[in-house]
């Protein structure tokens, strides 16, 4: 039988998590769940998640961890993430972490690739950052240019509400309070890695493949203590 790919992808804002999540899972058919995306439909929607996550979402803040927790808990169990997913901005704290490990218990090791880059790099890329209003792509622009089109849809490119500097600089203050001591957290396993993602999305994307599958590897030969959490 094969291993599934349960895989986490751990990083600061602006790291690249949702670019290589989604091509990730897109090459490997298993779902991507990004609880940021899934808390901006919400907040698009006007539903009631939506409408208690969207002021701590643009303060910058961490919406709080039981509803998170709740999410992922119901996202995770459906059918077509049988085959394992790839996870996109959860956990963000180490109680989600913790509830993360209780949920996968008996469901296949978790394999977690931290992408790590410096917050002066992080601070450069979010300014640029843009995303499509009409088909949720996400691209980088150029410092001078003018009305920039998705390249994909042609949709108008607008700046996503908490990627202002302000929000930004309180976000990597909430990653480096909450979200780093992931790292010392996973750190011990066996099916951890860490890749630099101070590169190009394509040295990045390779350097998440080749860590994917060298894991999957040591998953298969049964090898590595403290492979099987
Ligand atoms: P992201 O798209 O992952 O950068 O998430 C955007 C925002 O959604 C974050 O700044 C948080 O306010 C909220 N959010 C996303 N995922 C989580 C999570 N796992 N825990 C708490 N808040 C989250």
Do not use: W
């Not at 600061?12 to 999540?21: D, E, I, R, S, V």
């Not at 995770?76 to 993360?100: H, I, K, M």
């Amino acid at each position: 039988m094969s291993v599934p790919i349960n895989l986490v992808v751990l990083g600061p804002p602006g790291a690249g998590k949702g670019t290589q999540a989604v091509e990730l899972a897109q090459q490997r058919r298993i779902p991507k769940i990004s609880t940021g995306d899934i808390l901006r439909e919400a907040v698009q929607s006007g539903s009631e998640l939506g409408q208690r996550a969207k002021a701590t979402m643009d303060a910058g803040r961490l919406v709080d961890d039981e509803l998170m927790i709740a999410i992922v808990r119901e996202r995770v169990s459906r059918p077509d993430a049988a085959g394992g997913f790839v996870l996109d901005g959860f956990p963000r704290t180490v109680s989600q972490a913790t509830a993360l490990d209780e949920i996968m218990s008996g469901q296949g090791a978790l394999l977690v690739v931290d992408i790590a880059v410096p917050d002066d790099a992080l601070v450069a890329r979010l300014a640029r950052r843009r995303v499509c209003g009409q088909c949720g792509d996400t691209t980088a622009v150029e410092a001078d240019a003018e009305t920039p089109r998705c390249a994909r849809c042609g949709g108008e490119l607008v700046l996503r509400s908490d990627d202002t500097e302000s929000v930004v600089r309180q976000r990597l203050r909430v990653y480096h309070e909450a979200t780093k001591p992931l790292v010392d957290y996973y750190s011990s396993r066996a099916t951890f890695r860490s890749i630099d993602g101070d590169r190009s999305p394509e040295a990045v994307r390779q350097a998440l493949n080749e860590a994917v599958d060298e894991v999957l590897g040591m998953l298969h030969a049964g090898a590595g203590a403290g492979a099987d959490r």
